[in-house]
């Protein structure tokens, strides 16, 4: 079983949609949670941060932690072509002061217009 | 600021050829990374340096080095070049390792090995 678990995809919405993205992991003692955008031949870039369990909003963006469940999700509100990009999930268990991440496989979501 | 750069963007190598792919921060940040990237699979830390002079391994270093001579750099090194390295590499640094720290990452070198 991978430590981190995100569907590929590719997710195909219409513009205005809501977008969900999902990642479910299997170790407990992770307790930070990112997300990274990452366009097209280009290098991931931080999109939210969420320490431990709860929601955290950021304009259209929202990141939901579920520790209970081992379940993390981002939602976008009235997702724009410009949200086309593939997403990845990022975890740490934050004890090392390494900064090593665990990445999902990222999901590759295209908003037409 | 450039951030994080990378060189070459892209290479084409036989298989037992060797080559370093450069990265470079102007950004004074202590630490920085090495990732590969094959599709579907998402990002794997190859090796990572806390400081000028530190390194150590990630999750898949076996094929490659690295040295952290000076803050600003961070070179990885194919020594003999297989089919399976095939893959984008990214660089990334951080101020520090501390989980809150953003990673910055630069543009990608796309390898392939033929």
């Known amino acids: 079983q991978k430590e981190v678990e995100q569907d590929p995809g590719p997710l195909s919405v219409p513009e205005g949609a809501i977008v969900s993205l999902n990642c479910t992991y299997s170790n407990s003692a992770f307790q930070y949670f990112m997300w990274y955008r990452q366009y097209s031949r280009k290098g991931p870039e931080l999109l939210m941060y969420t320490y431990s369990s709860g929601n955290k909003e950021d304009g259209r963006f929202t990141a939901q932690v579920d520790k209970s469940s081992k379940y993390i999700s981002l939602f976008i509100r009235d997702s724009q072509p410009s949200d086309s990009a593939t997403y990845l999930c990022a975890m740490s268990e934050g004890s090392s002061n390494t900064g090593k991440l665990i990445f999902g496989q990222g999901t590759t979501l295209q908003v037409k217009p | 600021n450039a951030g994080v750069t990378q060189t070459p963007k892209f290479r084409i190598l036989k298989i037992g050829q060797s080559m370093t792919l450069q990265c470079t921060q102007d950004?004074?940040?202590?630490?920085m990374y090495w990732y590969r990237q094959d599709p579907g699979m998402g990002l794997k830390l190859i090796y990572y340096?806390?400081?000028?002079?530190?390194?150590d391994k990630g999750e898949v270093p076996n094929g490659y080095n690295v040295s952290r001579s000076t803050t600003e750099d961070f070179p990885l090194r194919l020594e003999l070049a297989a089919p399976s390295q095939t893959s984008v590499y990214f660089c990334a640094s951080s101020y520090s390792g501390q989980i809150n720290n953003e990673q910055f990452f630069g543009p990608g070198t796309r390898l392939t090995v033929l």
């Open positions: 340096s806390v400081g000028a002079g530190i390194t």
């Open positions: 950004m004074n940040h202590n630490y």
